[in-house]
């Protein structure tokens, strides 16, 4: 028995997991440990296995992180509904969930065998790594919490009176006429005059006193102002914030407030001026741009862009609501741009039309897209009248580099002789290409088939557009070529449906979500839509036009329309994340860091691509490589 | 009761050894709950199949405890003092030159038989395993090794013949079993990662045969 005491201690060599170290170092977080910290980590660990059904609640024990070696686990809240789906690589700390959020359930749905780690151990690992806390602490916490950050700057309603305020004043005395205010309004497209005396302020006249206090009363044109305007009316000091004035606005009914600073006038706030401080509501935004006067003011509006859109997109607007919204600004940028040069140049010597490619013409712009455009002009024009489209092309094409728009590396641009030309000589081209349509000319070309008229005459957009859908459908070496475009980018799927990533460089793990899945798309719609015949530009219309043809089937169309509003939803939520990090937004996407369900949605669209490759290449190129 | 028995006899000459130690400790009871029930999942490497002629050259082990792998528990050491390792390195990757950094036999016994007291062993192919400890254990303390033993291997085919399903040629090796219950494939060719896997392999089983809580000790023998 004493034996047993006696025992001399046995040296312990030291143990290789290297099998186990090798999986967590392949598994988020932990994968920021170095590899002694993951050494000190394996003693820590347990193993068990759980078969398909078991549950685990706040009250399993013992307490601590569970990881997912293989198998699958559900997450579900207290009404059933599913919070999250893991698999393998994957972790969850039932504890934590139910402090968090109450009643979590995890249920194991398929056989799993699972690395526990003690709640000590994970608690220490947690305090030690900021990283690895920071991973732990909930998705959705984090996200409210960045999102909380950027409240500040976005409510406009705290801006200060005296920043949005006019301070171009129509004042007039209490003795002026009916006639004479009615003018002076007019003339200065006002719809309210300040009555003053000296420097003090003596009343307020709108157009509504005029309307029902002047003419509903029949009263005389020469009689006196005093009689009909507001006396005395309250004012608001010019340092107090919106909110305070909207306030009093609302209470009152007032649509102007006068401004003073210490006890003077100095200005005057409308209801519209309030409209407009809402900066962050797209619509204003594009009102705001149109009101620009310089290329550069213009770009100092867009500044605010890249929050304004990650506001948007977590206040849970979709990112095809987002593109429409984007492409709108784009476009009312393009527009103001060419009135600005229009301004500049002169009226244009012939009819002509402005047209967006790519995209922009589908409304489907993201962040940091590039400008493609070209111009049409009518075959009425002289040849004299060359210099002036020219001259426009520049100052826009200059216009949207200064405000974001990269110049397009192909030289899709109106700066471009081949992209501004006569209707005539464009229609020659159309013809030219898709008679002898090389794959190279087709890949280059393919982008001028989505085009969309952003100003000026859009007949002539429409009659381009016209001779392009009657030379494509009847071709179809053209539209082989085509095919073979759309099936240039095949979707970053392997065997087993795994994701095929970037193996280094930059992007390394990373997917193209651009290159790999949105442009698929595109290409396979746009091939559709042209080998039918179909007007219309944006991808989800070019479907909705297809499915009421019955050129695809209803199931096709919104598989399509689905995937492609999976991948650009995917798109915006990484490049917003890449913003409030403050990287530059870019489509390289690492599916290893999506939470499962969004993954597998991913993987679905990617394996929906792959099916409509397929299909592709069975119609449009039978017989062919 | 029978190994008891056996033990009784060989007692006087293994007294004072590290080996009497192992067996002062109680015997896990065979109505006791499998979740309740200390194993140490063991393999062995050798320098060839047959016990009369090889040598043991590692032996890897780990404890499951409460139901769980316990990965602090997990030790792996090289057996030195054995013949030269020769054509069988091609099999188990260990060459002369790392046995050369191992310990006697004595000492890994003796960590092994401490690590062992009170548990029930578990192998996947217990008898060849079984066979050279007990040649060790008789060279070292005069007696074979005496301790309750499991084999996932018998658990397996017990298994399938109660549900008469056929054992075809290679339906039982550890990278089978395992991919019978869904766990992970595992490559590795060292004693502990076989030990690992093994013990994987044993909580599947176990977890199969009904909630975990229900099966007792004496429903896998």
Redesign the interface.
Same mark, same amino acid.
């Given at each position: 028995?004493a034996?047993?005491n006696n *025992?001399?201690a =046995?040296?312990?060599?030291p =143990? !290789?997991? *290297?099998? =186990?170290a090798d999986f967590l170092a392949a598994t988020l977080p932990f994968d920021t440990l170095s590899p002694s910290e993951l050494a000190r980590l394996?003693? *820590?660990?347990?193993?068990?296995?759980? *078969?398909r059904g078991e549950c685990f609640d706040a009250g399993s024990e013992p307490c601590g992180l569970r990881i997912l070696?293989?198998?699958a686990v559900d997450l579900r809240d207290a009404d059933n509904t599913l919070l999250d789906r893991l698999g !393998?690589g994957e972790s969850f700390h039932i504890g934590g969930l139910n402090a968090e959020r109450g009643q979590v359930q995890a249920r194991v749905i !398929?056989?799993a065998?699972i690395y526990?780690l003690p709640d000590t151990a994970y608690q220490a690992l947690r305090q030690a790594h900021r990283n690895i806390d920071r991973h732990f602490s909930s998705q959705r916490n984090r996200r409210l919490r960045r999102a909380a950050r950027y409240q500040p700057a976005a409510n406009a309603l705290l801006q200060r009176i005296r920043d949005t305020m006019s301070t171009d004043l129509l004042t007039v005395r209490s003795s002026d006429t009916l006639q004479a205010v009615a003018e002076a309004m007019t003339q200065r497209r006002v719809s309210s005059a300040l009555v003053l005396r000296g420097t003090q302020l003596e009343g307020i006249i709108t157009d509504r006193d005029l309307r029902a206090r002047a003419l509903t009363a029949a009263l005389p044109a020469d009689t006196a102002i005093a009689s009909i305007m507001t006396a005395n009316p309250e004012t608001v000091e010019a340092d107090c914030s919106l909110f305070d004035a909207t306030l009093l606005m609302t209470r009152r009914g007032y649509h102007h407030l006068p401004v003073t600073e210490a006890g003077r006038l100095c200005g005057m706030l409308t209801t519209s001026d309030l409209i407009l401080a809402r900066q962050n509501d797209p619509v204003y935004l594009v009102q705001h741009i149109s009101r620009q006067e310089s290329p550069e003011g213009i770009k100092a509006l867009l500044e605010g862009m890249p929050g304004l859109v990650v506001q948007w997109s977590q206040s849970g607007m979709h990112a095809h609501q987002v593109s429409r919204v984007l492409t709108a600004i784009s476009d009312a940028v393009t527009v103001r741009l060419i009135q600005l040069a229009e301004a500049e140049l002169g009226p244009a010597p012939a009819t002509w039309c402005w047209v967006g490619f790519g995209s922009q013409a589908r409304a489907e712009q993201l962040f940091a897209a590039d400008q493609d455009n070209g111009m049409i002009i009518s075959d009425e024009a002289r040849d004299a009248d060359a210099g002036w489209f020219a001259g426009l092309a520049q100052r826009v094409c200059d216009g949207l580099q200064l405000c974001g728009y990269q110049y397009c590396q192909g030289g899709v641009m109106a700066t471009t002789e081949s992209w501004r030309q006569p209707l005539q000589r464009w229609q020659d081209t159309v013809r030219n290409w898709t008679a002898t349509p090389s794959p190279a000319a087709v890949m280059r070309v393919s982008i001028f088939f989505d085009l969309r008229a952003i100003y000026g005459d859009d007949r002539l957009c429409a009659q381009l557009q016209q001779v392009m859908l009657q030379e494509a459908s009847r071709n179809s070496i053209f539209l082989a070529a085509l095919a073979a475009n759309a099936l240039e980018n095949r979707p970053p799927l392997g065997m087993f449906r795994r994701f095929v990533v970037e193996r280094n460089g930059e992007h390394r793990d990373a997917v193209d979500l651009k290159k790999r899945g949105v442009l698929p798309i595109t290409e396979i719609v746009r091939l559709h839509a042209l080998a039918h015949g179909i007007a219309a530009v944006n991808t989800e219309e070019r479907l909705q036009a297809l499915t009421r043809a019955k050129k695809l089937t209803m199931g096709d169309g919104r598989n399509l329309a689905d995937a492609l509003h999976c991948v650009q939803q995917q798109r915006l939520q990484h490049q917003c994340q890449q913003i409030l990090a403050g990287e530059p937004p870019d489509n390289f996407l690492k599916p290893h860091g999506l939470p499962t369900l969004a993954r597998e949605q991913l993987r679905d669209a990617f394996t929906l691509i792959d099916e409509s490759q397929a299909a592709v290449r069975q119609t449009y190129r039978a017989g062919m490589n | 009761m029978w190994l008891a028995l056996r033990r009784a006899r060989c007692k006087r000459r293994a007294a004072?050894?590290?080996l009497?130690?192992c067996w002062?400790h109680a015997l896990p009871r065979g109505g006791a709950f499998c979740a309740e029930v200390p194993f140490l999942v063991c393999d062995g490497e050798m320098s060839s199949l047959d016990p009369a002629t090889g040598a043991l050259l590692s032996l890897g082990w780990v404890a499951i405890e409460? /139901?769980?792998?316990?990965? /602090?528990s +997990?030790?792996?050491?090289?057996i030195s003092g054995a013949q030269a390792v020769g054509q069988s390195a091609t099999i188990h990757h260990i060459h002369d030159r790392e046995l050369a950094r191992g310990?006697p036999a004595a +000492?890994?016994m003796? +960590?092994f038989l401490?690590a062992a007291?009170g548990k029930v062993l578990v192998f996947h192919h217990a008898a060849l395993d079984i066979a050279f400890l007990n040649r060790c254990c008789e060279r070292l303390y005069g007696a074979p090794l005496l301790l309750p033993t499991l084999d996932t291997l018998r658990l397996e085919q017990r298994q399938r013949e109660r549900r008469g399903l056929a054992c075809a040629p290679g339906a039982l090796t550890l990278t089978s079993c395992r991919e019978r219950? /869904?766990?992970?494939a595992?490559a590795?060719h060292?004693a502990?990662?076989d030990a690992?896997a093994t /013990?994987?392999l044993l909580?599947?089983q176990? +977890?199969?045969r009904g909630k975990n809580t229900d099966v007792r000790l004496r429903d896998l023998r």
């Open positions: 028995m034996d047993a *025992t001399p =046995v040296p312990q060599p =143990v !290789e997991l *290297t099998p =186990v394996l003693p *820590t660990l347990a193993i068990s296995y759980h *078969t070696r293989s198998g !393998e !398929e056989d065998l526990f | 004072r050894t590290p009497a130690a002062s409460g /139901g769980a792998i316990q990965l /602090g +997990a030790r792996h050491y090289l310990l +000492a890994v003796t +960590a401490q007291a219950y /869904g766990l992970p595992h590795a060292n502990l990662l690992i /013990g994987e909580l599947a176990i +977890a199969h």
